[in-house]
């Protein structure tokens, strides 16, 4: 999931470099949303497995 983060995030980079501010701040977006899923489903396992 957190390769997913870095693609977006390059393509956020690569695209505001470029000027296309549109398409940057979309991936930034997405890229952002995956990250925090990912710290959830993390934090999630971690509780998981302390209780188990």
Same mark, same amino acid.
């Given at each position: 999931?957190?390769?997913? /983060?870095? &693609?977006?995030? #390059?393509? $956020?980079? /690569? +695209?505001?470099?470029?000027?296309f501010?549109? &398409? +940057?701040?979309? $991936?930034?977006?997405?890229a952002k949303?995956?990250?925090?899923v990912?710290? /959830? #489903?993390?934090i &999630?396992?971690? /509780?998981l497995? &302390?209780?188990?």
């Amino acid at each position: 999931m957190l390769k997913w /983060v870095l &693609i977006f995030l #390059l393509i $956020s980079v /690569v +695209a505001g470099i470029f000027g296309f501010t549109g &398409i +940057a701040q979309a $991936s930034a977006t997405i890229a952002k949303f995956i990250f925090f899923v990912f710290i /959830v #489903l993390f934090i &999630i396992a971690l /509780v998981l497995l &302390i209780f188990r």
